[in-house]
């Protein structure tokens, strides 16, 4: 007769696996992706090595998974702050002014799902993330068009190009350690002018 597992050791089995996802979370809140190893999990989860390879493969699937766990939270985020307001104006402003607030909350968190190097299983998470991000904005400019409230414009590449300029403004490569006091009133006043006004 084959083994069944009872419901008691599937609910033991996903609480170990969450208890690892916080876990590596919480490492990659620290020193980003590149401070979650195999062995540091292990050491503070409490678990050994070879436990951690009986929930994920290897070490990108599981990055991959802390990826897409906390971008999930920061795209809810985004899509719930998009509901504050009469006009487009007003929730632009309250959606960009709680993304930039969320990153400086925990700079390193956001530092790593949005510009670190990682493995190529983030990077593929990364890339439909970023296309979940401009699938909102796009929605509130097409919004903005249709209400008169925005001019005609190209929806699509001006929402790619805001999802690009606001993540490089927060944490890219490129950027320099920006003033903390008006990062979200300079990004409200670009993105304004970006969509027309």
Same mark, same amino acid.
């Given at each position: 007769?084959?083994?069944?597992?009872?419901?008691?050791?599937?609910?033991?089995?996903?609480?170990q696996r969450?208890?690892?996802?916080?876990?590596?979370?919480?490492?990659?809140?620290?020193?980003?992706?590149?401070?979650?190893?195999?062995?540091?999990?292990?050491?503070?989860?409490?678990?050994?090595?070879?436990?951690?390879?009986?929930?994920?493969?290897?070490?990108?699937?599981?990055?991959?998974?802390?990826?897409?766990?906390?971008?999930?939270?920061?795209?809810?985020?985004?899509?719930?702050?998009?509901?504050?307001?009469?006009?487009?104006?007003?929730?632009?402003?309250?959606?960009?002014?709680?993304?930039?607030?969320?990153?400086?909350?925990? *700079?390193?968190?956001?530092?790593?799902?949005?510009?670190?190097?990682?493995? *190529?299983?983030?990077?593929?998470?990364?890339?439909?993330?970023?296309?979940?991000?401009?699938?909102?904005?796009?929605?509130?400019?097409?919004?903005?068009?249709?209400s008169g409230?925005?001019?005609?414009?190209?929806?699509?590449?001006?929402?790619?190009?805001?999802?690009?300029?606001?993540?490089?403004?927060?944490?890219?490569?490129?950027?320099?350690?920006?003033?903390?006091?008006?990062?979200?009133?300079?990004?409200?006043?670009?993105?304004?002018?970006?969509?027309?006004?």
């Amino acid at each position: 007769m084959a083994y069944r597992e009872t419901d008691q050791v599937r609910a033991r089995k996903a609480a170990q696996r969450e208890h690892l996802l916080v876990s590596a979370e919480q490492l990659v809140r620290e020193g980003g992706f590149a401070n979650l190893t195999m062995q540091t999990l292990a050491r503070q989860a409490r678990v050994g090595v070879g436990t951690l390879y009986r929930y994920f493969d290897n070490k990108g699937r599981l990055a991959a998974e802390v990826f897409r766990r906390a971008t999930e939270r920061e795209v809810a985020a985004v899509a719930q702050a998009m509901t504050h307001g009469d006009t487009v104006v007003a929730r632009l402003t309250h959606v960009l002014q709680e993304f930039v607030r969320r990153a400086q909350s925990a *700079p390193k968190l956001a530092w790593a799902l949005i510009a670190e190097p990682v493995d *190529p299983e983030v990077d593929s998470e990364r890339l439909h993330y970023r296309r979940q991000y401009a699938s909102l904005y796009q929605a509130l400019l097409r919004e903005g068009v249709a209400s008169g409230e925005l001019p005609e414009q190209n929806i699509a590449v001006v929402a790619a190009a805001m999802v690009g300029g606001i993540a490089e403004a927060l944490v890219g490569p490129l950027s320099e350690p920006l003033e903390q006091d008006d990062v979200a009133e300079a990004l409200v006043g670009f993105c304004l002018r970006a969509i027309g006004l």
